[in-house]
C-alpha cells in the first residue's frame, strides 16, 4: 500500500481552482519516509487575494513553473515525471480538497484518511480544527 501525506495550494477555494504547489510525503505502513516530493505549480490562472493569503503565493511565483499535467508525465527538471500506481492511501486535512489535483495521476484505487474529521472527533472543544490551531494546542 501506497500511503502519500498530501498538501496542495490553490489559486481560490472555487470549483474551478487552478494548483499553484503541490507536495506529498510518502511513507510505508511503519511510517518510514520513502519519497519527498514538492514543486511550485504553474495554474495557468491567476490566484486570487484570499488565496495569497492564506499561502503567500502570487502568480509571479509560480508564472515559469511546470503546469501539473506537465510535472506529472515530463521527464524534466522540477517535474516528477510519471505517474502514481495505486492502490493509494492519501493522507491530509481536509483531503477531499487536495484530491481532485492528485487522482488524474493516479492509476488505481484511492483511499483517503481525512485528518480534520479525527482532529474534530478527538478535540471537540477545540478553539477550532485548523491545522495551525491544533499545532499550539497539542505542542
Same mark, same amino acid.
Given at each position: 500500500?501506497? #500511503?502519500?501525506?498530501? @498538501?496542495?495550494?490553490?489559486?481560490?477555494?472555487?470549483?474551478?481552482? %487552478? =494548483?499553484?504547489?503541490?507536495? *506529498?510525503?510518502?511513507?510505508?505502513?511503519? *511510517?518510514?519516509? /520513502?519519497?519527498?516530493?514538492?514543486?511550485?505549480? @504553474? &495554474?495557468?490562472?491567476?490566484?486570487?487575494?484570499?488565496?495569497?493569503? =492564506?499561502? %503567500? #503565493?502570487?502568480?509571479?511565483?509560480?508564472?515559469?513553473? &511546470?503546469?501539473?499535467?506537465?510535472?506529472?508525465? #515530463? @521527464?524534466?527538471? %522540477?517535474?516528477? %515525471?510519471?505517474?502514481?500506481?495505486? &492502490? =493509494? =492511501? #492519501?493522507?491530509?486535512?481536509?483531503?477531499?480538497?487536495?484530491? &481532485?489535483?492528485?487522482?488524474?495521476?493516479?492509476?488505481?484505487?484511492?483511499?483517503?484518511?481525512?485528518?480534520?474529521?479525527?482532529?474534530?472527533?478527538?478535540?471537540?472543544?477545540? @478553539?477550532?480544527?485548523? /491545522?495551525?490551531?491544533?499545532?499550539?494546542? /497539542?505542542?
Amino acid at each position: 500500500m501506497n #500511503l502519500y501525506v498530501l @498538501d496542495t495550494e490553490t489559486t481560490s477555494a472555487d470549483d474551478d481552482r %487552478g =494548483v499553484c504547489e503541490i507536495g *506529498w510525503i510518502r511513507i510505508d505502513e511503519n *511510517w518510514n519516509i /520513502l519519497e519527498t516530493v514538492e514543486s511550485l505549480i @504553474d &495554474p495557468q490562472k491567476p490566484i486570487s487575494p484570499a488565496a495569497s493569503g =492564506v499561502h %503567500g #503565493l502570487v502568480y509571479e511565483d509560480v508564472v515559469n513553473s &511546470p503546469t501539473l499535467e506537465e510535472f506529472f508525465t #515530463l @521527464d524534466a527538471p %522540477g517535474c516528477y %515525471g510519471r505517474r502514481i500506481t495505486g &492502490p =493509494v =492511501v #492519501l493522507i491530509g486535512h481536509r483531503i477531499g480538497f487536495d484530491r &481532485p489535483a492528485f487522482e488524474p495521476y493516479v492509476d488505481g484505487e484511492i483511499l483517503e484518511i481525512d485528518t480534520l474529521r479525527y482532529i474534530r472527533q478527538l478535540y471537540p472543544d477545540a @478553539d477550532n480544527h485548523q /491545522l495551525s490551531t491544533m499545532k499550539f494546542q /497539542l505542542n
